[in-house]
């Protein structure tokens, strides 16, 4: 519990820096533990330390971990790549999907969604180092894909996510989320209303947050090492 607080404090004093190095507005900025691998009893002393949002990228290994943590009353984040036969686990349990980057994907979530649940936050993933080993819409494709996941009524677009080509340059990384940040601006003057940027973990949050990110996904500065997975 010591460890994991300590780990906390030390990731939001990290951030609170980055914004003002930034100039940007306190606050402006929010932290998505990222607990994949990691069990419940991790999760649990993150949240009586106080942090709320936890990010999952296994179903199987996720829909445990809620049921056991469903009294905590936390916010939980899909951030994995999502198959279509883990649309309708993902829609009935989590809060936020980010790595929505085909249209019938949405539209699976859009048609699990319960009616008595709130409608599911999405951030469209975006490859906007254009990659071909790496998921995401590319930015050529990313106005359709927009238009068409804001029309469906159990959805609810917020934004863009992106993990960017690693082993680059500082200004090649600063680069590569100054354009996310241009494509949701892009958006933005389309009538969409986008308000997250789901961009930097934990080794260049600080330049995530300089060009403009919201949200940032931290898990190894938080948790340790991660284990390695089984699924």
Not at 122 to 138: A, D, F, P
Request: glycine residues 6%.
């Amino acid at each position: 519990m010591d460890t994991v607080k300590s780990a906390l404090q030390a990731v939001q004093a990290r951030i609170a820096t980055a914004i003002q190095a930034a100039g940007r507005e306190p606050g402006c900025v929010e932290l998505l533990a990222v607990s994949k691998t990691f069990p419940a009893a991790a999760v649990a002393a993150a949240a009586n330390a106080g942090q709320r949002a936890f990010g999952e990228s296994y179903v199987q290994e996720a829909l445990p971990k809620l049921a056991a943590l469903r009294d905590l009353s936390l916010t939980w984040h899909f951030i994995g790549p999502l198959q279509r036969n883990k649309t309708q686990a993902v829609a009935q349990h989590f809060d936020w999907v980010h790595s929505v980057d085909r249209l019938i994907i949405a539209q699976r979530l859009n048609d699990a969604r319960p009616a008595s649940m709130p409608p599911l936050n999405i951030c469209l993933q975006v490859n906007i180092s254009e990659e071909t080993s790496k998921s995401g819409v590319t930015p050529a494709g990313l106005s359709a894909l927009a238009h068409a996941v804001a029309a469906l009524p159990r959805l609810r677009l917020r934004g863009l996510m992106a993990i960017p080509r690693g082993g680059v340059d500082t200004a090649t990384q600063h680069a590569q989320f100054a354009r996310l940040r241009a494509l949701q601006t892009e958006l933005i003057t389309l009538d969409m209303p986008l308000d997250t940027l789901s961009m930097g973990m934990s080794d260049d949050l600080e330049i995530a947050i300089a060009e403009g990110a919201t949200l940032v996904r931290v898990g190894s500065a938080l948790f340790g090492t991660r284990p390695i997975p089984t699924h």
